[in-house]
Nanobody, 114 residues
């Protein structure tokens, strides 16, 4: 059974930084491509970034150069370092498998506002 628990969100000013964490349970983790998604109320959930089991990363154009995804296979953790945050980054952020998400966790709210 897959369980995903996101944390690290909060309120930050434009230009600020946050680091999100995702704790994953299950033996699947070290073989899986993991990713971060985000969702704004009234809009579809969108892909943000992903990292393969061997560490190859990919990013949505909207976050490229500002966000960095990483993982620690020994700890079953995925991270998202977010720098130069913009108000349009405000959303609930979720981690999950890519490209076939499992049941979603509760997410973590990121609000970028002055």
């Amino acid at each position: 059974q897959v369980q995903l628990v996101e944390s690290g969100g909060g309120l930050v000013q434009p230009g600020g930084s946050l680091r999100l964490s995702c704790a994953a349970s299950g033996s699947f983790f070290k073989f899986a491509t993991m990713g971060w998604y985000r969702q704004v109320p009234g809009k579809e959930r969108e892909y943000v970034a992903s990292i393969t089991s061997s560490g190859i990363t990919n990013y949505a154009n909207s976050v490229k150069g500002r966000f960095t995804i990483s993982r620690d296979n020994a700890k079953n953790m995925v991270y998202l370092q977010m720098n130069s945050l913009k108000p349009e980054d405000t959303a609930v952020y979720y981690c999950n498998l890519v490209p076939s998400p499992r049941p979603w966790g509760q997410g973590t709210q990121v609000t970028v506002s002055s």
